[in-house]
């Protein structure tokens, strides 16, 4: 039987991908089921449809990409923060706080944008309603979750400051070997900066890494404006970049569109075939889960 906070969080998920239309973030095109799996495809694979906007995430993951650098200069780290920051936008003005941010789910396509992805841990925060729960990854979770606290749209801005700290030294700023010992550091450790950060990396990684999520930067009206405008975002051209105009410092190598080759960690992983014994999705729990496009495409990716 499928756990039911599980149950929610797949409704929700599936909810939200419908909702959001966003260039930076990835675009449910189908969702169906069948007695046993239940199937959302956001990156159609490479072969031929009636569908002429179909995108594929070729370009992998932006932790694999983050992998092989093992840090990235401030002028590429700026770009895919900015990217982020505007997906990021489009969430939180349609009531959605994201909650899962980190480059695994920062997907990139085959001309090196960025495409926010899964949405298992989003929430709906109805009319600005604080939410309470302690999900995510722990590294990038800010301190008023790791404490209990309820919290909104600030734990995503928290989560960027991570992610942007992350791209250019290579780590998020609190690590330890278990998730006690991380939120222990995130809640009373003092955030310290590496001396080769610019001054104005500093001072944004300052500004959205406050403690107090009331002194954080992106918790006031008007502070998105004010990211934009931040000096470490000088060189941003913020029309061009939400036109997608502006070039991408990453220009994925890819040789076979099939062949997923920026998805290293999946390609040597075997996926399995089928759910566990006694799994089902009967009884109604997914009454209305099927989204459908074009039916055609259907029934072409079922008999692959």
């Known amino acids: 039987m499928m756990c039911l906070l599980t149950t929610e969080y797949t409704k929700s ?3 939200i991908l419908e909702e959001i239309k966003n260039p930076f973030v990835v675009k449910l095109f189908y969702a169906f089921q069948d007695s046993n799996k239940l199937y959302l495809i956001l990156e159609v694979p490479p072969f031929p449809i009636v569908d002429t906007d179909m995108q594929y995430a070729a370009g992998g993951e932006l932790f694999h990409h983050l992998d092989t650098e093992k840090m990235f200069a401030e002028d590429v780290a700026c770009f895919y923060v900015a990217e982020v ?6 969430l939180h003005k349609q009531g959605i706080v994201y909650r899962d941010l980190k480059p695994e789910n920062c997907l990139l396509d085959s001309e090196g944008h960025i495409l926010l992805t899964d949405f298992g841990l989003s929430k709906v925060a109805d009319d600005d309603a604080d939410c309470n729960s302690f ?17 909104s749209y600030e734990v995503d801005y928290w989560a960027m400051g991570v992610l942007l700290h992350e791209l250019l030294t290579g780590s998020p700023p609190f690590t330890g070997t278990n998730n006690r010992i991380i939120s222990d550091r995130i809640v009373k450790t003092k955030l310290k900066l590496p001396f080769y950060l610019s001054p104005d990396a500093k001072d944004l990684l300052t500004k959205l890494l406050k403690k107090v999520p009331l002194a954080r930067l992106g918790s006031k009206p008007g502070d998105g404006q004010k990211i934009r405008q931040h000096r470490f975002f000088r060189k941003i051209n913020w029309k061009l970049l939400e036109a997608r105009e502006l070039e991408p410092p990453i220009r994925p190598i890819i040789t076979d569109l099939a062949a997923a080759e920026n998805f290293p960690r999946f390609n040597s992983n075997a996926l399995p075939n089928s759910p566990p014994t006694g799994t089902s999705l009967g009884d109604g729990l997914f009454q209305g889960f099927t989204y459908t496009a074009s039916s055609s495409f259907i029934d ?5």
Do not use: H, I, N, W
């Open 13 to 15: 998920e599936r909810t």
């Open 135 to 151: 999900c995510g990854t722990c590294e990038y979770m800010a301190p008023e979750m790791c404490m209990g606290q309820s919290y």
């Open 85 to 90: 920051f505007l997906a990021l936008t489009a």
């Open 300 to 304: 072409r990716f079922m008999k692959r």
